[in-house]
């Protein structure tokens, strides 16, 4: 079973850094979800990454950096590109830029592509970076395929086992993914909806986000193409207007839901409203209402606004038929 250390103890940076050195992955809390880090220069390190995870590796790994100038190192930044840096990190916002002839991001991170994926964290994550002096790669902390960690609980549930050390840093206060975004010849895509919404990077940039999903065999892998992705073990039924016998419901704002008294559980993303509570609490009620012995769950309407669109993205994966 990992060892599980708080992030509030001193000696915790040391442990994560020698674990690091050794090549091993650390789960490591960050302000979107709990990732599951490794040095992003060192093929052995990244491949413990895709075996704890049993992730397809024709899936790229996003590269954190705990400044602009490490990210430069591996990357190229068009203008553009650096407007959004300083205008967004640290935060939730990935940036998919071309590779730097001269960088180190591994191959096996980038999946062989010629750009790859890089955001800042905020907080420890970013101080662990830095200490540690290299790229971090981290996905999700949670075997592929399943919801994303929320908490050290969420993360020893899923890896416990498969894994040596576990960082607590509490609960992540944005609760879902970053946004990816490409930057290509002045042209912004949106590769996956996320923590900072689309409309905010729209403001900053002066220019629309293209939401048109990748051609169908294009080399580049979003998790847009990996339609089944987030899901619980219990069936996931959208745009519930009611609540059929042996469900739990997930419901979001104040207006009821026709039957949910006779649920089998009621969680409330956001009683108030407020879809950036909706997303902190989003994965942590999938996972309860799984917990709870349902037999299916269903879904009231979420708003598609600013973070609504990360929302309704991850619970349309949740609901997407299984491999
Ligand atoms: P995560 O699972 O949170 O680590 O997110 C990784 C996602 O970032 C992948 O599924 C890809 O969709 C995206 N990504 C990473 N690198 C690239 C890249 N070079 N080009 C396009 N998307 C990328
Ligand atoms: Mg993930």
């Known amino acids: ?188 895509r949106l590769l996956r909806p996320g923590g900072i919404a689309a409309e905010a990077i729209e403001e900053i940039a002066g220019l629309a986000v293209e939401r048109q999903q990748p051609q169908p065999g294009e080399a580049v892998i979003a998790p847009g193409m990996l339609t089944s992705h987030y899901a619980p073990q219990a069936a996931v039924r959208l745009n519930a207007a009611d609540v059929r016998p042996g469900e739990a419901l997930i419901r979001f704002g104040e207006a009821p839901v026709a039957g949910e008294d006779r649920a089998h559980a009621v969680f409330n993303l956001s009683p108030a409203g407020d879809l950036r509570e909706a997303a902190a609490n989003l994965f942590d009620f999938l996972k309860r209402a799984d917990a709870s012995g349902a037999s299916a769950i269903a879904v009231a309407p979420v708003p598609a606004h600013g973070l609504g669109e990360a929302i309704n993205d991850r619970l349309e994966r949740a609901a997407a038929p299984r491999p």
């Not at 708080?6 to 650390?26: F, I, K, M, N, Y």
């Not at 599951?36 to 093929?43: F, G, I, R, V």
């Not at 970076?129 to 020893?156: C, K, M």
Request: glycine share 8%.
């Open 1 to 188: 079973m990992a060892r599980i250390l708080s992030t509030l103890d001193p000696d915790t940076l040391t442990q994560a850094c020698d674990a690091l050195r050794r090549g091993e992955p650390v789960a490591v809390p960050t302000e979107t979800v709990y990732g599951l880090a490794a040095d992003a220069t060192h093929p052995g390190a990244i491949t413990a990454i895709y075996e704890a995870k049993g992730r397809p590796r024709f899936n790229p790994l996003i590269s954190h950096v705990s400044d602009i100038d490490m990210a430069r190192a591996h990357v190229r930044f068009s203008p553009l590109a650096e407007k959004l840096a300083r205008a967004f990190w640290p935060g939730a916002l990935t940036l998919v830029l071309p590779l730097e002839p001269s960088g180190a991001i591994h191959p096996l991170a980038t999946a062989g592509l010629a750009t790859a994926a890089v955001r800042m964290p905020q907080g420890f994550a970013r101080e662990l970076i830095a200490t540690f002096g290299r790229p971090l790669a981290a996905p999700s902390a949670n075997r592929s395929g399943r919801v994303s960690p929320t908490s050290a609980e969420h993360v020893a549930e899923d890896l416990g086992e498969r894994i040596g050390l576990i960082l607590d840093g509490g609960r992540c206060p944005i609760g879902v993914e970053s946004t990816i975004v490409a930057v290509e010849d002045g042209r912004l």
